[in-house]
């Protein structure tokens, strides 16, 4: 039968717990943990894409093969969902990462092991074959571990498809040439306590992850940073950029919008929300004068987030926001989590709004959010926060809304994702998002688009190369050829000049 190795805790002088190891036969676990009329503990794997549906799109013309996704996987068992990253093993509430809720869950069985001599089992692999030290992405990642912890718990192993994707890639022409930049990145997705091992600097060993600042994507290191503990205040509004002018989108329609608002939303509020929204209406259509309530901001949120209301009500809504988020009174009440909750969490449901028409409305608001730098630094936030029941990193909603449009076969959404990456790629973003936002915009230059739209892409893949080697690096394995734009217009050809020098 399989044998696998747990942690038996007998109680040692003093009242210390002492540790022995045993070998047991897995037919026999159960009758040597639990009594038999005791029920088992479910146990689930989680499946993420890390490419969200880019390696299934871009694969076979790149490795000749078919490649369903870049797999994360992990174990939910005893309500927390346990992964191994670059920064060990580490948990979480279910589906808690910024990976947000996973593609797939697998049912791998019941365990009869109890969680305390589970988190045992977990703190010795955390001190030893799954420390943060020994994270390889190709051969000792996040997959071994829940192939592993399966087994150890179940007896069941995860699908062998996850396990061998590395070998598949690698057994490419492509997998070899792009070997040496794999082997240098790691996967640590932010939002999870560690697991075991020893912590950074003293440290114990259940910490918080600190997501602020770090990358799902990040070059691996052997030293640990302590986490910081500086308190950040919330970004202020400003009009300055820093290199090139953003784009601000004004084809917003105030009157007819404030019109269809009045008709079809306000009958529905209350008399406070109808107070409010009225007022806001009155403001986006006058100069000066009308004072602006913040409360409006939630009150739409909410409203976007109704079932019950039409689609072409909320398509007026939206277009309201696109006009409104530009005036610096609305920037101000964005940056207050208590005013743009419902709004964010509206934007977090990117992938499942209809129709296109209101997808492209909302690419326009986020477009327009951009277009200020304060507003810009506070919609790239990887801070996690529940809203709705559900954990939101506004970092991940805007990045999965930009790649979805780039990547759509609707001309006027994807036209307006140029613009929207073209501003969100002013400021520096994190490697994570340039990476995803690469592969998105090399996958669009593949295409023939317009020279309008080639501008703002190209524009955004050169200022994401120059900002991260990685990004140069994943530009030269995949080879876009240019050609077809640099006769195009001037700036274009510029622009192609600078993309091969960042290639060669």
Not at 111 to 125: A, K, N, P, V, W
Not at 163 to 171: G, I
Not at 346 to 370: G, V, W, Y
Request: aromatic residues 6%.
């Amino acid at each position: 039968g399989r044998f696998c190795q747990i942690t038996e805790v007998r109680g040692g002088s003093c009242g210390l717990a002492c540790f022995h190891q045993i070998l047991v036969n897995f037919s026999d676990f159960s009758a040597y943990i639990l009594p038999a009329e005791m029920s088992g503990t479910p146990v689930k794997l989680y499946v993420y894409d890390l490419s969200r549906g880019m390696a299934s799109s871009m694969s076979l013309p790149l490795l000749g093969r078919q490649i369903d996704g870049i797999w994360h996987t992990a174990i939910v068992v005893f309500d927390e969902e346990f992964f191994f990253g670059g920064g060990g093993i580490e948990s979480c509430a279910p589906g808690g990462t910024i990976l947000g809720p996973p593609n797939s869950v697998h049912d791998l069985g019941d365990t009869q092991i109890t969680r305390e001599i589970f988190m045992d089992y977990l703190s010795e692999l955390g001190a030893t074959t799954y420390s943060g030290e020994t994270y390889h992405l190709l051969q000792h990642n996040c997959n071994n571990f829940s192939s592993e912890v399966a087994q150890f718990l179940t007896g069941n192993d995860i699908p062998a498809t996850i396990t061998n994707l590395p070998n598949e890639v690698l057994a490419t022409p492509f997998g070899q040439m792009i070997r040496p930049m794999i082997e240098s990145m790691s996967v640590s997705p932010g939002g999870g306590q560690r697991v075991g091992g020893t912590a950074a600097s003293g440290a114990p060993s259940w910490r918080v992850r600190e997501p602020a600042n770090s990358s799902l994507w990040a070059p691996q290191s052997n030293s640990a940073q302590p986490p910081s503990n500086t308190a950040q205040s919330p970004p202020k509004p400003t009009s300055k950029r820093r290199d090139r002018e953003a784009i601000v989108l004004k084809d917003v329609k105030i009157a007819e919008a404030a019109a269809s608002l009045r008709e079809k939303v306000l009958p529905s509020l209350t008399e406070p929300e109808r107070k409010s929204l009225e007022q806001f209406c009155d403001f986006l259509q006058s100069q000066n004068g009308v004072q602006f309530n913040g409360e409006a901001v939630r009150t739409l949120g909410r409203s976007l987030l109704s079932e019950t209301l039409s689609q072409e009500a909320k398509l007026h809504m939206t277009q309201l926001l696109q006009a409104a988020v530009t005036r610096p009174e609305v920037q101000g009440a964005l940056l207050s989590e208590e005013t743009h909750s419902p709004v964010v969490l509206f934007l977090h449901r990117f992938d499942t709004i209809q129709p296109i028409t209101l997808q492209t409305a909302a690419t326009k608001m986020l477009s327009n959010i951009c277009s200020d730098q304060g507003s810009h630094d506070w919609l790239l936030s990887t801070q996690q926060r529940p809203m709705g029941g559900e954990q939101v990193a506004k970092q991940q909603m805007v990045v999965k809304a930009t790649v979805t449009g780039l990547l759509s076969e609707e001309a006027t959404l994807r036209k307006n994702a140029t613009v929207l990456v073209y501003n969100l790629c002013l400021a520096q973003v994190t490697e994570d998002s340039a990476v995803e936002l690469a592969s998105a915009l090399l996958q669009c230059l593949g295409e023939t688009v317009p020279e309008p739209e080639a501008f703002r892409s190209l524009s955004s893949l050169v200022q994401l190369m120059k900002s991260f080697t990685q990004v140069s690096g994943l530009a030269q394995a995949i080879g876009v050829d240019l050609t077809q734009y640099s006769s195009q217009s001037d700036r274009l050809n510029t622009l192609s000049q600078q993309y091969l020098q960042l290639v060669s």
